[in-house]
């Protein structure tokens, strides 16, 4: 218990007959940053708000610092929650939001007013102070909301996809800043989004949620190597792993697909080697294909046509067909793609991944 | 090179010289369907305002005039005579007080029947979105069909009840009959407007420790005005114009205004002095008129602030 900052611990929650959250057990390391990701109704805000004793939950238990919270109000959690659309109170000044949940609990004036000042200071919202949320930006909104769990000098911080309301350059900018706030104040905080990139970037672990079950939880890095199944491997990463079909071949050496015998040369397999015949799926990055010169170097290659290039700036992607199955690369944008163009591509086996295709689940 | 540009009438015309179509497209004033609105527009303003127009003339007319001049014709004479005799002196049977007494008997059965009502049903709305309770739905949903059972249906149980409570044919009956009443339409309006409101701002409220009271009184009450002046208006007009009630519930003495104003009307003493009759209406439907044209920019705000989610 020393080390965890949250335990949930077999939680169930169900609204009527619909199962939303099912035997669901979690750990969360004191000053850990720990991200929710999936897809929309996977039961990550439910979640977030069975933590926040917002929702009473079915069954379980919820400890926070050691203590079972699984009946307390929000108050009495130790927590501050930080909500997609802000929720400030639209008639109260910055600083009476700021102050709101100091007042209710009836602090004395001077240490609210400390308090105040200090969140303010961190987040740099003192010349706000006396304005009206309307009067603020979206950006400044979500400071202010941010700073009103600050003032409550919580032990855990909750985020309900705080930026998703926000467009694509602010949310880029206030994901620093959030880092950047993790990082000063090492506080534990539970981070809901949708977004991959966030979770990527701001999580020390991800926990990848699909029906209200826990699918994966890890490193960012190893979530995006080595995802245990197939929803994992298709949520993240953008654009998305190409998928082959293929049977196991050789005793485990090489994998079938189409015509083509693709080697695993390298691949370790997480269990025992799958027996000839399974029918697997082969899991390729579109980073991870090489072109030409590069292509001639990887343990497998092909020729293959362009059907459609996307130019995205910073790099490209090109689409094409490898046997039945369509096939997206990533390349720099100095490579000239051309739909119609001939080229030959290439990839190691090693750097992907293989999933059991009746299962789901990586082998 | 300029000739063929000059040629070419599909190139943009850069000197402005020709009247071909640039910036925004002009709106004639007279199209049809403008004309035909406007028509009708003034046909129904005209229908509703004319007999406006004979009430306030022939409650300015003495009864001579009346009589023998016709019911369109302005007043030769205008004078408030009649006005007077409303407000103080016109006979309801025995009592020959005017008016007055059934305007101070509204305004009592009024104030406290419209506080109340609206502050029980505000909180009732409150409590229906933000505290949902086992079987609150239900509740709910008993609450709304009460709004379709006719009034008279409950006259006389109500009576009863009123008597067993020995608070009959007092102000106490009356208010307690219109806040009763009232609550269906008003829990209905409230509820849907707190509904409206954003959901997470409960919840961060509740993060931040505020409890029922807090929250409705701090959060929810200062952004819910325009609601709350719907109903008033609601209520009031609605609880002014009763009759029913007034006549069942109120007794003798507490008579409200609407009530004694039939009681003149209808009195059968002497012929019937219309210009009395007339400006006695005028004065009984005042109060109604009076607040919808100060609160009318306020209603329609508040009706829209219901429909669009803030």
Redesign the interface.
Known sequence: MQNNSVVINDLSLSFGNVKVLEHLDLEINRGEFLVLLGPSGCGKSTLLNCVAGLLDVTDGQIFIEGKNVTWEQPKDRGIGMVFQSYALYPQMTVERNLSFGLRVSGMKKDDIERRVKRASEILQIEPLLKRKPAALSGGQRQRVAIGRALVRDVDVFLFDEPLSNLDAKLRSDLRVEIKRLHQRLKNTMIYVTHDQIEAMTLADRIAIMKDGIIQQLDTPHHIYNKPVNLFVAGFIGSPTMNFLNGTIENGGKAIKVDQDMISVHGYEFGGAVPANGTKVVLGIRPEHIALEDQAKAMPTSAEIEIDLVEPMGSDTLGWTRFGSHSLIFRCASEVELMPGKKMLIGFDTARGSIFDEATGSRL | MTDTVAASSTLPDRAGTTASPRGPKPKPWFTTPRVIMYSILTVACLFYLFPLYVMITTSLKPMPEIRFGSIFALPIEPSFDAWVKAWTGACTGLRCEGLSPGFWNSVKITIPSVIASILIASVNGYALVNWKFRGSEIFFTVLIFGSFIPYQVLLYPLVMLTSQMKIFGSLWAIILIHTIFGMPILTLLFRNYFASL?E??F????????GFW?IYF??ML??SLPIFVVALILQITGIWNDFLFGVVFAGFQNNPMTVQLNNIVNSAQGSPEYNVNMAATILTGLVPLIVYFVSGPLFVRGVAAGAVKG
Not at chain 2, 203 to 209: C, E, F, Y
């Open positions: 954003p997470e701002l919840k961060a409220a509740r993060v931040d420790g505020a807090r701090e959060v200062p952004m």
